[in-house]
């Protein structure tokens, strides 16, 4: 099993900044994606961000050049810096780890969430 536990959101003024954490543990494979997802209410959880094993990132477009998301494969731990946040950023975000495990039996595909932290933009 894997675990996501994170870290870093809070109430912030229009043009603030915050920084979200992650930390995956457990069982992880080696070829994984990992990103972050927000739900406002009364709308669909949504993409924000994500990043795969090898560095690749994507960005939903309202976030980009605003938003950074980095990892540290070494300690398992995915980033979301969130610059000029903007009170339309109001969600809870939610952490998210993609991973295939094969064996010799053949290959399965895992999708993990983190509990989610609430991130709060005030005009």
């Known amino acids: 099993q894997v675990q996501l536990v994170e870290s870093g959101g809070g109430l912030v003024q229009a043009g603030g900044s915050l920084r979200l954490s992650c930390a995956a543990s457990?069982?992880?494979?080696?070829?994984?994606?990992m990103g972050w997802y927000r739900q406002a209410p009364g709308k669909q959880r949504e993409l924000v961000a994500g990043?795969?094993?090898?560095?690749?990132?994507n960005y939903e477009d309202s976030v980009k050049g605003r938003f950074t998301i980095s990892r540290d494969s070494a300690k398992n731990t995915v980033y979301l810096q969130m610059n000029s946040l903007k009170p339309e950023d109001t969600a809870v975000y939610y952490c998210?780890?993609?991973?295939?495990?094969?064996?010799?039996?053949?290959?399965?595909?895992?999708?993990?969430w983190g509990q989610g932290t609430q991130v709060t933009v005030s005009s």
């Open positions: 990043i795969t094993g090898g560095g690749s990132t």
């Open positions: 457990g069982s992880i494979s080696s070829i994984n994606t």
């Open positions: 998210n780890l993609k991973q295939r495990r094969c064996s010799v039996y053949g290959c399965t595909n895992n999708d993990y």
